[in-house]
T-cell receptor
Framework: AQTVTQSQPEMSVQEAETVTLSCTYDTSESDYYLFWYKQPPSRQMILVIRQEAYKQQNATENRFSVNFQKAAKSFSLKISDSQLGDAAMYFCAYRSFGGAGSYQLTFGKGTKLSVIP | DGGITQSPKYLFRKEGQNVTLSCEQNLNHDAMYWYRQDPGQGLRLIYYSQIVNDFQKGDIAEGYSVSREKKESFPLTVTSAQKNPTAFYLC?????????????FGSGTQLSVL
């Protein structure tokens, strides 16, 4: 079974600065997807960014980018120019590429990010 | 606007009582999911359904039941057999778009035991 580990329960960043959230995972599969989801105080889950394991290029979405190290099974999220609205819980998640068509995401326990004005 | 609607936002259960959480989507998505979130934990899959009249157990299905009689609806019943039901419940749906598929989440239901 796959496991996802987020070793930083809480982090803080100064507004306009850059912060990196860590995520490691354990899998024996070669093809899979990795995700970062954001959960603000409203508790609505929002997809931040997605990475396909077969792609060597790191995904980017505006101020959000990832550092995907497949051999090390590491998938960190970098938030540049942090804004107050970035304050939230961030969850790293893993999904197998193939299988029976289910969409069973395996989630980490989350990192609570605070943004200091 | 298209989206996923969960109701109620807050729900209280008495001992020995079954309660049902509603999840409705107008996104025309095939697959729907129920996740449970406990404080300090990630999301854990309870049940999922890929098509109408079909559903599968997730990692923590014991004490829960679901139905999928319509494409738009996927209600979750928390039965009296679930001894620790207090949690935040999230419903989600997805449509297959190859590598760009993703989950769309509702706003959740907080269930507490009286």
């Amino acid at each position: 079974a796959q496991t996802v580990t987020q070793s930083q329960p809480e982090m803080s960043v100064q507004e306009a600065e850059t912060v990196t959230l860590s995520c490691t995972y354990d899998t024996s599969e070669s093809d899979y997807y990795l995700f970062w989801y954001k959960q603000p105080p409203s508790r609505q889950m929002i997809l931040v960014i997605r990475q396909e394991a077969y792609k060597q290029q790191n995904a980017t979405e505006n101020r959000f980018s990832v550092n995907f190290q497949k051999a090390a099974k590491s998938f960190s999220l970098k938030i540049s120019d942090s804004q107050l609205g970035d304050a939230a819980m961030y969850f790293c998640a893993y999904r197998s590429f193939g299988g029976a068509g289910s969409y069973q995401l395996t989630f980490g326990k989350g990192t609570k990010l605070s943004v200091i004005p | 606007d298209g989206g996923i609607t969960q109701s109620p936002k807050y729900l209280f259960r008495k001992e020995g009582q079954n309660v049902t959480l509603s999840c409705e989507q107008n996104l025309n998505h095939d697959a729907m999911y129920w996740y449970r979130q406990d404080p300090g934990q990630g999301l854990r899959l309870i049940y999922y359904s890929q098509i109408v009249n079909d559903f599968q157990k997730g990692d923590i299905a014991e004490g829960y039941s679901v139905s999928r009689e319509k494409k738009e609806s996927f209600p979750l019943t928390v039965t009296s057999a679930q001894k620790n039901p207090t949690a935040f419940y999230l419903c989600a749906s997805r449509i297959r778009q190859g590598a760009r598929e993703k989950l769309f989440f509702g706003s959740g239901t907080q269930l507490s035991v009286l």
